[in-house]
């Protein structure tokens, strides 16, 4: 294990990144995809609904809702200017407050918010990943190769057989 | 009857501080008199809070509005149903009935232990009670529930319409017994922290209790699942609520618990792992609770809010400081020879899904309490809604969704080449095929195809295991398939009960990505006769009839579905304006069939025009979801109804220590 250890560790590290990197630049990748087509359903799922129900502009169906009902009229207004999802929503975000978005923004202080589940993730399986690979190495130190030999493993069925033999012997 | 009700209140408080002293000076000088004291006290305090539930009932039945709680949420045309909901759909109510089911499941405890772990016992009453003291002295001193008003007026203000739903009469109790039920397992945690009896005795009294609580939150939440679907009338089930998101965080870890739980059984490894899941489960329904009942966080769910917050906060980090001291302090007793022999095993693969669920956990925690972090941060508030839970958690829940089909069939010890071909090649070739079918039939979706994929894949390794069994008992005794099926369940129901729930787990995966991926909605304004299609059917608005109650005037739309110009059915969606509080809510109209669920919503109605508003939506799949629920249900109850043929210790378990031996 001990000889080991550094290159699992490096190993490990280099994981940890990627899956720090993927955490950090999916949501960015997927705001990027998705600035290209402006559908009104998607500004409506991106955009909270102010009116307590704590649900998005689309999902809210309040009877003569004072939020959603106006705020689908600006999204219509704002899609006949001709302007792009990214832009839109910026409109929103500049007139209403951050509030108003239905999940954080992917810069600044709220980039926290998407990479901190991705990152404790990381360690996690970093942590995880190191103790299958300590725990499997106490249990054949003596192996010369690193390999132990192979426990052929029992079938489920020889175990249902197993165990019906059993019972039907008592 | 109130007097009574209040005067138990305080009596059951100075009880329970009898109960905790007694308890923990019993177990120092080894005094049995004093545990049986401390016992004796625990029972009368469960006694004396069901005079005090008692107490509420009648006032709410009997409509004494002089109480502030029975004015507030009643009224005297609130059904009856909704009147006995009442007990928890106010604030003070839902915490004595919080404490009722505690002192309740405390009784029990203590009745089934009179004669076992009598070691434990007192510290388990200790905390069953410390966790009692808290409520009864929030329902004491902050949010008494007999608190009298000035005056008594002539009618009350009735129950939130939102919360009179037949739904709303079985979910929070689901809830609170799923929350309630975590401290058992907790309780006799602590238990073996303090006395040092660190074996997996405590685990094997509280496996059972575990499984209830977990059943319950399962259920719990599910129940609120079909209340949204019902009531709020949006199309969906599920908004990531911070509500919703506190009741699906212990179900996450407790998930977890009730895996790696095996493992400890099995391998008498992850002692620490599992203590840490046991705290963090029974921490989660406190935070739960204060989520709800504090108003920190906004919530739709959140129909009572105080200043409670401040109470729960510190009930919590005061449990987690002893709790964590207690563990840390026996680090050293609760090391243990853990071994792997394969990276490629069960019980690898069991630390996976304890990591999925726990990050799972971690992602719904801190997305609900981002905007609190924001705020207190930047000073600016944001919303962490739906789309931030989806992106975050649907790789994770396919992730898991994958784990569920390899946990039950890979080896323990070590997998080889063999048994990897032997369990595995069938449903890997199935899953794939399934995402051969539906790529080339045009779907684009690649979440769903990924998810249809694995649901394939896990439901064959279910079946194949069923067959398995099936087979080898046909070979054995000759039994008929239905006979074979029967006796294979009832004589190894752990772990066919756990196939079972696994089914009714695919289910709901195969609902949530139906309704997620391929959902249909529209929004039409439509006049006495307009017809107009949804998906398959066409629906024909036919106008609209109003009638009233004492309670509630109804608006009812009847809109005709037809399907290839027959009328197959009529769905008649509903606005009620409830009269007090003057409040609509929406009844939707639903005609399900296996494949999909058509949902409508009478959005608005114009009286002069006659033209009404019609919200309509095609939910693919969505029955999958409830009916999933009722197989886990019975996949629970398989597992947890002991089995009559006597328990075999696995083939290689390791031998347990004379202390373990000792306590049993």
């Not at chain 2, 909704?82 to 203590?110: D, K, N, P, R």
Request: one cysteine or more; proline letters at 5%; hydrophobic letters at 50%.
């Amino acid at each position: 294990m001990g000889r080991h250890l550094p290159r699992r560790l490096g190993l490990a590290v280099v994981l940890c990144a990627v899956a720090l990197l993927a955490g950090a630049f999916v949501p960015r990748v997927r705001s990027v995809l998705g600035a290209a087509p402006a559908s009104f359903q998607d500004i409506e799922e991106s955009l909270t609904c102010q009116c307590g129900c704590g649900l998005t502009v689309h999902a809210c169906n309040h009877l003569q809702c004072g939020s959603a009902i106006p705020l689908r009229q600006e999204i219509r207004a704002q899609m006949d200017l001709g302007k792009g999802r990214e832009e839109i929503l910026a409109y929103f975000k500049s007139k209403y407050g951050e509030k108003i978005l239905s999940s954080p923004t992917t810069s600044g202080f709220n980039i926290l918010a998407w990479v901190t589940p991705f990152f404790m993730l990381a360690i996690g399986g970093l942590l995880v990943g190191l103790t299958i690979l300590r725990w499997s190495a106490r249990s054949h130190p003596a192996a010369p190769t690193g390999e132990a030999p192979e426990i052929p493993a029992p079938s489920p069925y020889d175990k249902i057989l197993e165990k019906e033999l059993k019972d039907f012997g008592e | 009857m109130v007097d009574v009700g209040s005067l138990a209140l305080v009596i059951g408080l100075v009880l329970a501080l009898y109960a905790v002293g007694m308890s923990l000076a019993g177990a120092y000088w080894r005094k049995r008199d004093f545990i049986a004291s401390a016992e004796h006290a625990a029972l009368a305090v469960w006694g004396l809070v069901t005079i005090a539930v008692a107490a509420l009932m009648h006032a709410l039945v009997t409509h004494d509005f002089s109480l502030e709680y029975v004015a507030h949420y009643t009224s005297s045309t609130l059904p009856l149903q909704y009147v006995i909901a009442a007990l928890w759909g106010g604030q003070a109510g839902s915490l004595l009935f919080w404490l009722f089911i505690l002192t309740s499941m405390t009784a029990v405890v203590l009745l089934q232990n009179r004669e076992r772990n009598r070691e434990l016992m007192p510290y388990v009453t200790a905390v069953l009670m410390i966790v009692a003291i808290f409520f009864l002295a929030m329902l004491n001193f902050i949010t008494p529930p007999f608190q009298r008003l000035a005056f008594t007026p002539a009618e009350g203000q009735d129950l939130n319409p939102l919360l009179q739903n037949y739904w709303m009469t079985i979910h929070p109790p689901s809830l609170y017994i799923g929350y309630v039920g975590c401290a058992i397992p907790f309780a006799f945690a602590m238990g073996a922290l303090v006395t040092g009896k660190l074996g997996d005795q405590w685990i094997r009294t509280t496996r059972r209790w575990t499984l209830l609580a977990w059943f319950f939150l399962s259920m719990g939440n599910l129940f609120g699942a079909q209340w949204a679907y019902l009531v709020l009338g949006w199309g969906g089930y599920w908004a990531w609520d911070p509500v919703e998101n506190a009741a699906f965080l212990p179900w996450l870890t407790c998930t977890a618990f009730l895996h790696s739980v095996m493992i400890q059984e099995k391998k008498n490894m992850l002692k620490v792992w599992n203590m840490v899941l046991v705290i963090l489960t029974f921490a989660l329904t406190i935070f739960g609770t204060f989520l709800t009942r504090s108003g920190v966080i906004s919530s739709v769910h959140s129909f009572t809010q105080s200043g409670l917050g401040p109470f729960f906060i510190g009930f919590l980090g005061a449990t987690l400081v002893v709790s964590i001291g207690l563990l840390i302090w026996r680090l050293p007793q609760l090391k243990s020879e853990n071994e792997l022999d394969s990276v490629l095993s069960r019980e690898s693969t069991f630390l996976l899904n304890n990591l999925i669920l726990v990050g799972i956990a971690f992602a719904v925690f801190w997305g609900t309490v981002f905007p609190v972090i924001s705020e207190a941060v930047r000073g600016i508030k944001i919303t962490v809604g739906p789309p931030f839970f989806n992106k975050v958690n649907a790789p994770l829940g396919l992730v898991l969704l994958f784990l569920t089909g390899v946990g039950p069939v890979i080896a323990w010890r070590r997998a080889s080449a063999r048994n990897l071909q032997k369990n595995f090649l069938m449903p890997v070739s199935l899953g794939l095929l399934v995402g051969i079918i539906l790529f080339a039939s045009g779907v684009r979706h690649y979440y769903a195809i990924i998810s249809f994929c694995l649901c394939a894949f896990v439901l064959t390794t279910i079946v194949m295991e069923f067959h398995r069994g099936i087979r080898a008992r046909q070979a054995m005794v000759g039994e008929n398939s239905l006979t074979a099926l029967l006796h294979l369940i009832g004589k190894n129901r752990r772990r066919y009960g756990g196939y079972i729930i696994h089914l009714g787990v695919v289910m709901i995966f195969l609902a949530i990505t139906g309704t997620s991926a391929f959902k249909v909605e529209k929004q039409i304004t439509v006049k006495p006769g307009d017809t107009f299609p949804m998906g398959r059917y066409t629906l024909r608005y036919d106008g609209v009839k109003s009638h009233e109650t004492p309670h509630i005037a109804y608006l009812t739309a009847d809109v005709a579905i037809l399907d290839h110009g027959r009328q197959i059915d009529t769905l008649r969606p509903e606005k009620r304006f409830y009269k007090k509080p003057q409040q609509p809510t929406t009844e939707v109209a639903i005609r399900s069939t296996v494949g999909a669920d058509l949902y409508l919503v009478l959005g608005s109605y114009d009286e002069a025009s006659k033209m009404a508003t019609i919200q309509a939506y095609i939910n693919p799949l969505v029955g999958w979801m409830w009916w999933g629920g009722v197989v886990l249900a019975l996949g629970t109850l398989v597992t947890i109804v002991p089995s009559r043929a006597p328990a075999r210790a696995p083939a290689y378990a390791p031998s347990r220590g004379p202390q373990a031996v000792a306590t049993e």
